[in-house]
Structures are given as C-alpha cells and as structure tokens.
C-alpha cells in the first residue's frame, strides 16, 4: 500500500510539475505561410469574407467540433465560435479591405491572436499569405512541447488549411454549368429597390451589402417579403466595365417610402422572355449571360431591349450553400411571337411557385 500511495504522489508530482512547465512556456508565436492559387483575387476576397465556407477547409484542432455562426455570417463584424476536447474558441472578422486583405481576432480560451489574410495577384493567380500573431492556449503548448515547435503545431494547421484552401476554391469556385430553360412568360410583381452605379468588379460586393440592407428595411416596417431577391441591370457600360443595377426585393403590396428615401417601390410588368440558369459561383455570371445569346440565336427569338436584363437569387450564400451550390435564373426578355404565350408548347407561364417573383 505504502508503494502505491508513493508512486500516485510521484505521479501527481508529475503532472503538477509538468503542467507548471508547460504553463510557464513562452506564450508568444508568429506564424506567416502562403501559397498561390489559380482562382482570381476577387474570388478568393468573397470565398474568405464569407465565415460559412471555412468549415470546409479549415484545419480546427478538434475535429469533431460543431461550429456557431453570427445571424450575418458574411463580413466585418460576422464570426463563428466553437466549444470541444482542445476547450472553446471564437474567431471574428476585425477589418477587411475589399479584394485585398481580411483581419480576423480570435480568442481560444482566453489566448488571443490575430490573423491576417493578405491576397496579391501574381503569376498563375493570387498569392495567399496567412500571418498568425498571438498567444498559445494551454493546448497548443503542450502540442508544440511534444511535437517540435510552434511551427510543428499552428504552422502547420496553417499549411494544411492554406492546401486545403486551394482545393475547395477550385472545386466550388470553377464548378458550374449553364442550362437553357426556353420562352417563359415572366410574372410582374411589385418590389423595393435601391439603385447604384458600380463597377463589375465590386457587383457581388455591392449585391452582397444592399441585399441585407432591404431586408432589414422590410422587417423593420413589416413589409411582407414575397420571393426571392433579385437584380435589374439597368445599363451596361462593357467598355468602361460598369453596370447600373436595381437590388431589388419582391412584395405583396405596394407600399409609398418617404420622400429622398435610397429605398422604392416599383412595379414590374409581366414580359415574355427566355430563361438561363446558372449553376455555381456570379464569377461566371458574364459566360451564363453568353451561352443565354447563344441559346436565344438558336430558338430564332428576338431580345427586347426595351426591357433590362434580370437576375434572381435562387439559392445563394443567404441559404447558407457554398458557391457550387448556388443557382441564378437569368431571364432575358424577347419580342413575343403572335399567340406564343397561349399557343405555343414550349412557352410555359412562368408562375415560379411562390419562390420568386410573385405578386398578389
């Protein structure tokens, strides 16, 4: 008995001394690791910028962990959080600068870091670099005890994640396809608005903004919210790379906002048009808008200029889904054929089943 009772002291001893040294090691790290990717800048900014995605390719400690997100899990203020074996974390978007650089805060049981995303462009696409500045948690030192160094540990975690990265943008980001859907007749629908002039290069940026914005005009005045949101493309300017856009949001009813109010009611009347769908990721929103022409060409329809081109947001990242999983119907407005809608087989009338533009 006296020989059990010395060896659970000595082993308490142990684990006491050991957990004092591990404690006592030096808390401060810094990590910094890139790689080059083959997916454009600005694709790579919206695939980080969005919180939901990192549970894809991001290297957690504990895998078995169920990720938290923030009701807006896009941008700077969203974050995600987590609880398991290796203890509780939240990982915050601090700051971002627009296709350039995003700034995440994360504490990790009371340890605090720092990451910094830094996107460059470069020969065969963007350089990524992931700097990690901060404290260890408990964890993380015992880890870096026994596996050779922080670099062995959070570095890492770092390039494995970066790797990963690289993956799923591929996949998500270059998986998409175009389908021709034929002659529809559009259903009109009374909506909100917000118009802007913006540069394609800012388009998702600025959809991504004004999208959430409506929507919290329309719970805020319990406006009833009938569809999907979409996008009315009210010019086109391809040399100087500029749009003028409506983001719009379907109602039931017409409602009036203030005078010199950026939000309006408008009233959309129903047209005659062709229908695209977009399977995956806006980036390719300008090829779907090509294979849209081809498809018109070759049904021998006539475009109505007369009436702007129109995008809904079927299943976007508002639901949630990875870029690959995203679906945009196109609706390209075209000179109806005499008796077409009532005649023809392959014209349908487009009721959209309560799930896009629908009006009462």
């Not at 049981?109 to 992931?130: H, P, R, Y």
């Amino acid at each position: 008995m006296k020989i059990l009772k010395y060896l659970f002291l000595l082993l308490l001893l142990f684990s006491v001394g050991g957990s004092v040294f591990i404690a006592t090691q030096k808390s401060n790290f810094t990590t910094v690791k890139s790689i080059v990717i083959k997916t454009p800048k600005a694709s790579v900014y919206n695939y980080l910028i969005d919180n939901k995605n990192y549970e894809d390719w991001f290297v957690f400690e504990n895998k078995s962990i169920e990720l938290n997100y923030s009701k807006n899990t896009s941008g700077v203020g969203s974050f995600f959080s987590w609880s398991g074996s290796d203890g509780e974390g939240k990982t915050t978007f601090y700051s971002a600068k627009e296709n350039d650089s995003i700034v995440q805060k994360t504490d990790l049981d009371g340890a605090l870091s720092e990451t910094i995303w830094k996107l460059k462009d470069t020969i065969g696409g963007t350089k990524v670099t992931c700097t990690t500045i901060g404290e260890m948690s408990f964890s993380n030192k015992l880890n870096s005890l026994l596996n050779g160094g922080v670099n062995n540990v959070i570095g890492k975690k770092i390039e494995i994640s970066l790797n990963n990265l690289n993956r799923s943008l591929d996949y998500e980001i270059n998986t998409f396809s175009v389908t021709s859907n034929g002659v529809v007749y559009k259903k009109g629908c009374y909506y909100l608005k917000h118009t802007i002039n913006t540069k394609f290069s800012r388009l998702n940026y600025n959809v991504k903004i004004l999208i959430p914005y409506l929507v919290n005009f329309s719970n805020q005045n319990n406006i009833v919210i009938s569809g999907n949101p979409f996008v009315v493309y009210n010019s086109i300017d391809d040399n100087k790379k500029i749009t003028n856009i409506s983001v719009c949001l379907p109602i039931k009813r017409r409602i009036f906002t203030s005078s010199g109010s950026d939000i309006i009611c408008s009233e959309m009347i129903g047209f005659t048009s062709f229908k695209t769908t977009l399977f995956g990721d806006y980036s390719h929103r300008k090829t779907a808008w090509r294979k849209a022409k081809d498809f018109i060409n070759k049904s021998r329809e006539t475009v109505d200029q007369s009436i702007p081109l129109l995008e809904v947001f079927n299943k976007s990242y508002i639901d949630g889904l990875s870029p690959s999983k995203w679906q945009t119907t196109i609706y390209t407005a075209i000179q109806p054929k005499i008796n077409s809608v009532s005649s023809t087989p392959s014209t349908v009338n487009e009721n959209l089943e309560s799930t896009e533009l629908q009006s009462q």
